[in-house]
């Protein structure tokens, strides 16, 4: 017995040397964007690998220091502009970025609504840890919603933005995350690297396979510990969930989180998580913030206008509402699911 556990030790070790030639998965943890990123890399060359984690690194970072909404940065400049009414000179970048956030803003009817960051501080999002504290009253949350801001506000020009609204805050916390890895991703393409992974808190795009075997990946249960379900990458995909779970605080036995209705300006009811696959990890990140605010209802109609097709909407009786084509390749890790097929046109 003891001399065929030596062998069998043998044989792995053997193994795995003999696979020295072969691709290796490569992992690394980062801190940036207000959570843990994992980074997975696929490689033979682990120097390669090592470079291409610094290259995430990096993406990460920018776009977290330009966007963030309330350590100084050049978006808080940009936000003490635009309440003054003045136009701020930008760059390529932030033509970029802010173009694209306000096209998705219009195709969620502003449901996806970067605009009110000062709702988003007057609920006390602003900060790294919420305390449990009052939430707003009910007339500072009714004089920001007067000025009803929004990304339609915003005059854009390649060079400059302006607001005709003073009230307009820009706050990225729904889509900069999926920028961000956008961003990224395209580096380590750039640079050769074609199978890999970068997961920023559950929410991710994944390239490539790891040696001919898709990427497999887990939908964090919104209600209790574990996944709730499973799916496998296809080619280049980004899977974003917006979860009520995911920073929120506790008062007088009310639970309040952070993704605001902009029409009520209170956390929006009724939906306890959104999970979108996109290939833009820009837009699945902001889709699923918009449909969250949706809804079981309307999501069907705001996820055809912000160009999704495979969506899972888990609403507050935990049942799962999904796009067809959803539904055909996710894999379901719990018992006595209520489904509901939405769209058979998607
Ligand atoms: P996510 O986790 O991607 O759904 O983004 C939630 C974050 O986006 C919040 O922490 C806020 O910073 C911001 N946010 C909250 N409500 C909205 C909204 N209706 N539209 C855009 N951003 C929002
Ligand atoms: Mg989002």
Not at 248 to 267: A, E, K, L, M, T
Not at 294 to 299: L, V
């Amino acid at each position: 017995m003891k001399w065929l556990w030596l062998n069998l030790t043998l044989l792995l070790a053997f193994g795995l040397s003999g696979c020295s030639e072969s691709p290796q998965v490569h992992q690394a943890k980062l801190f940036t964007l207000g959570t843990l990123v994992d980074v997975t890399v696929l490689h033979r060359d682990e120097a390669a690998a090592a470079r291409a984690v610094e290259i995430v690194e990096s993406e990460l970072a920018t776009v977290n220091a330009q966007w963030h909404a309330w350590r100084d940065s050049p978006l808080t400049q940009i936000n003490q502009q635009l309440a003054l009414g003045n136009t701020v000179a930008i760059d390529a970048a932030t033509y970029r970025f802010i173009q694209q956030a306000q096209t998705l803003a219009s195709h969620s009817e502003q449901r996806f609504n970067p605009a009110i960051g000062a709702l988003v501080a007057l609920w006390g999002f602003h900060s790294d840890e919420r305390p449990d504290s009052a939430p707003p009253t009910q007339e500072a949350i009714n004089a920001l919603l007067k000025s009803a801001p929004s990304m339609a506000d915003i005059t854009l020009t390649e060079t400059t933005l302006s607001s005709n609204n003073r009230a307009v805050q820009l706050d990225f916390g729904a889509f900069g995350k999926g920028y961000a890895i956008d961003q990224a991703v395209a580096r380590l393409k750039q640079s050769g690297i074609e199978n890999a992974i970068v997961n920023a808190g559950g929410d991710l795009r994944a390239i490539g396979s790891k040696n001919e075997r898709p990427w497999r990946i887990g939908i964090r249960h919104p209600t209790a510990a574990g996944v709730i379900a499973s799916l496998e990458i296809i080619d280049d995909e980004s899977v974003f969930t917006s979860g009520n779970y995911e920073r929120f605080f506790d008062f007088s036995g009310q639970r309040y989180h952070h993704i605001i209705d902009p029409r009520s300006g209170y956390p929006a009811q009724g939906t306890v998580s959104v999970t979108v696959i996109h290939r833009s990890a820009a837009v699945a990140d902001a889709a699923a913030t918009a449909l969250f605010i949706a809804g079981a209802e309307q999501w069907p109609r705001i996820a055809r206008q912000m160009g999704v097709d495979e969506v899972m909407l888990i609403d507050e009786q935990l049942t799962l509402h999904m796009t067809p084509k959803m539904a055909q390749r996710i894999q379901l890790e719990i018992d006595d699911a209520e489904l509901n097929i939405v769209g058979g046109e998607q």
